[in-house]
Nanobody
Framework: QVQLVESGGGLVQAGGSLRLSCAAS????????MGWYRQAPGKQREWVAT???????NYTDPVKGRFTASRDNAKNTVYLQMDSLEPEDTAVYYC?????????????WGKGALVTVSS
């Protein structure tokens, strides 16, 4: 089995910063793309950022220039550095990873980390 666990969420004032981490563990053979999604209260889950195994990144427009995704392949961990946070960034943040384990491959999700940005 594969598990993803997010950490680093919390309460921050507008303009502040937070860094989320997501560590994958279990019977992992290879991890491909890793991504971040978020779900604000009353809204659907939306994509935030993707970082591929080689380090190439993509971001949704609202976070470009403020959020930075990175990964440590040796630790099977992905990070999301969030700067210049805005109240509109308040959401539960989920990580997703394309994982090939010993038997098959698929997408795995973490349980989420709450980020609250106060005005």
């Amino acid at each position: 089995q594969v598990q993803l666990v997010e950490s680093g969420g919390g309460l921050v004032q507008a303009g502040g910063s937070l860094r989320l981490s997501c560590a994958a563990s279990g019977s992992i053979y290879k991890i491909g793309a890793m991504g971040w999604y978020r779900q604000a209260p009353g809204k659907q889950r939306e994509w935030v950022a993707t970082i591929r195994s080689g380090g190439r990144t993509n971001y949704t427009d609202p976070v470009k220039g403020r959020f930075t995704a990175s990964r440590d392949n040796a630790k099977n961990t992905v990070y999301l550095q969030m700067d210049s946070l805005e109240p509109e960034d308040t959401a539960v943040y989920y990580c997703k990873a394309e994982v090939t384990d010993l038997f098959s491959g698929g997408d795995y999700w973490g349980k989420g980390a709450l980020v609250t940005v106060s005005s």
